[in-house]
């Protein structure tokens, strides 16, 4: 199960849509060349009308994954093969999540607003101590956009400065 996103309507979706546009999307190396061509035209159609869930599904559904990736590790390259479901999750679930506070960050700002609230939007087994102290905090929109607009794979959590990468189930919401 996805991410429960608050403020996902119509409004916010259509601010999404704007960032889409922008381009500059993350091209996650998981991607197989299908997938990599297909990447843009899915987010756009899940920020239009689905969700994170959704973006995920396709990813598996089209077949749109790698199988296995390389890796270094001291000094050795290495093939693993690659969790699919998890690595679909993962990268729709992410990068949803990321046009949507893109999006409500823009539509804060138009409605007057300088800032979201951090929140939990996905129980997970065990959540980390530095993701449980920011829930309620309010973290300004500036900073989320300038940081979530990096075309690398930018969490929520490099944006608001937990340690330990994504999967922590953090989102925002308008104050």
């Given at each position: 199960m996805g991410i429960r996103h608050e403020n996902l309507d119509a409004i916010t979706r259509?601010?999404?849509?704007?960032?889409?546009?922008?381009?500059?999307?993350?091209?996650?190396?998981?991607l197989t060349a299908e997938g990599?061509?297909?990447?843009?035209?899915?987010?756009?159609?899940?920020?239009?009308?689905?969700?994170?869930?959704?973006?995920?599904?396709?990813?598996?559904?089209?077949?749109?994954?790698?199988?296995?990736?390389?890796?270094?590790?001291?000094?050795?390259?290495r093939t693993r093969r690659i969790n699919q479901p998890h690595a679909a999750q993962q990268l729709g679930e992410g990068e949803f999540n990321r046009y949507y506070i893109r999006g409500l960050c823009q539509r804060a700002?138009?409605?007057g607003k300088n800032e979201l609230v951090i929140?939990?939007?996905?129980?997970?087994?065990?959540?980390?101590?530095?993701?449980?102290?920011?829930?309620g905090t309010g973290v300004s929109t500036q900073t989320l956009l300038t940081t979530l607009r990096r075309n690398d794979f930018v969490t929520i959590e490099d944006a608001i400065g937990v340690p330990g990468g994504p999967n922590s189930g953090l989102t925002c919401r308008l104050p």
């Open positions: 259509g601010h999404m849509l704007e960032e889409i546009q922008i381009g500059d999307h993350y091209m996650s190396p998981r990599l061509a297909a990447w843009p035209g899915l987010m756009q159609e899940a920020a239009q009308h689905h969700n994170d869930d959704w973006l995920a599904q396709q990813l598996i559904n089209r077949n749109l994954l790698r199988s296995e990736e390389s890796y270094t590790r001291d000094g050795v390259t700002e138009q409605e929140y939990r939007g996905k129980d997970v087994n065990t959540p980390r101590p530095e993701s449980e102290v920011k829930i």
